[in-house]
């Protein structure tokens, strides 16, 4: 479960302050499927940010399966976020010079799984993305959308029980991007994956439990 109480995010730029999020209280249940909608400026990603446990909230607090994350440390965050955490992004973030097997094993090297187990995993992984066939390209081999399941099954290395999606179909032609959702929402169905993604496309609505909206850093 995912629970954020009171939670206030302030950046601060230069002299200026914006305030990113303003008094966010949200509980999130195990195998929900959430979608946070809201513009551009909205608060989407810091919002995801803070639930991945990337950045502190300025006030306020984020609960990961009931431990109170400003009660951990530094090693303590790491270690939360490297087991029970995966994230996606707009931007896939795969590294260019390795393959798709060799960008999934990454998260799984960290953690220091032994090589062949790591290659079984990754290996099955691409598969469950559709990608069982191209375990060997380079990322400028593989399509956006390939590219992007690349990425899921990445996120799935350490088998988190949370998935963070920011804009995941954001740079994606319709097809590949309804692809990409469908992945999503099956490993909500099948494997009970709690997601939170966020969108500011009202397309993506269906796939949802819940929708929540959120404005000017306030959910309405
Ligand atoms: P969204 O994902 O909905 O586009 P963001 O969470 O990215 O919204 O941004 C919310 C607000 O916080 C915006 O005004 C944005 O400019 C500001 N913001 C986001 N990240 C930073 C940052 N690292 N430093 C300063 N301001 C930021
Ligand atoms: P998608 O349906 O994911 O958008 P595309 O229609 O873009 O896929 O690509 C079709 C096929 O062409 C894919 O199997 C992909 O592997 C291959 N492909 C796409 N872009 C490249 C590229 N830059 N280099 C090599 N192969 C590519």
Redesign the pocket.
Known sequence: MIELIDVY?V???GLHE????RGINLKIEDGEFVIVM????????????LMGCLDKPTRGEVLIDGLNTSQLNDKQLTELRRDKIGFIFQQYYLIPTLTALENVELPMVFKGIPKVERVKRAKELLSLVGLGDKLNRKPNELSGGEQQRVAIARALANGPSILLC??PTGNLDTKSGRVVMDIIKRLNDERGVTVVL?T?DPSLKVYADRVIT?RD?AIC
């Open positions: 995010k950046y601060k730029v914006v305030t990113a999020l809201g513009p551009s400026g909205s608060g989407k990603s810091t919002l995801l940010y920011d804009e966020a500011h959120i850093g």
